[in-house]
């Protein structure tokens, strides 16, 4: 989440504090608007990774239920 966090504060000239709390609240946002079962996986997600490839996989097996 360290890259998004980066990317916000580059894109609108913030300062990195704030910028991290701009993230952190777009999760959350984000998250409470998921089924449980989804949002657990959101940080994991946004962290990236080999971890996140496999939470993507189970994801979209997911959607593809529904």
């Given at each position: 989440m360290?890259?998004?966090v980066q990317l916000v504060a580059q894109k609108f000239n913030l300062s990195p504090e704030v910028a991290q709390q701009i993230v952190e609240f777009?999760?959350?946002?984000?998250k409470g608007k998921l089924p449980a079962n989804v949002s657990e996986h959101v940080e994991t997600l946004l962290a990236g990774g080999q971890e996140a490839e496999g939470?993507?996989?189970?994801?979209?097996?997911f959607f593809h239920k529904a």
């Open positions: 360290n890259e998004i777009v999760v959350a946002q984000v939470v993507f996989e189970k994801l979209k097996g």
